[in-house]
């Protein structure tokens, strides 16, 4: 076990995010780099994963979303509806305030 004093040594030296990966992975360390959200569509886990999805919104046209995060073999997900635009919600949720009260 490291004491703190011996961790802050191990860590210290600037290591690149490929170089911490690979010393990560030789240790059994599980870890991901935090992606930059402008590059995150980009990344191989990312794509291949298909956690990112392009849907035809009806108003909107073509959107980038977020894709179902699990696979179930025997029951696949779709994505059944999309996030509503700005103000679509509004006169309900003020509808449901006012009845709150």
């Not at 794509?47 to 392009?54: A, E």
């Amino acid at each position: 076990m490291y004491k703190r004093q011996e961790l802050i040594g191990v860590c210290a030296p600037a290591l690149t995010t490929e170089e911490w990966a690979e010393v990560c992975a030789k240790h059994s360390i599980p870890m991901a780099p935090v992606l930059e959200l402008e590059n995150a569509h980009e990344d191989p886990y990312v794509r291949d994963g298909h956690l990112l999805d392009t849907v035809e919104h009806p108003t909107e046209g073509t959107v980038r979303t977020i894709g179902i995060p699990v696979r179930f073999s025997a029951t696949p997900g779709s994505i059944r509806r999309l996030a509503p635009v700005a103000g679509q919600d509004t006169e309900d949720v003020l509808a449901e305030l006012d009845a709150a009260r």
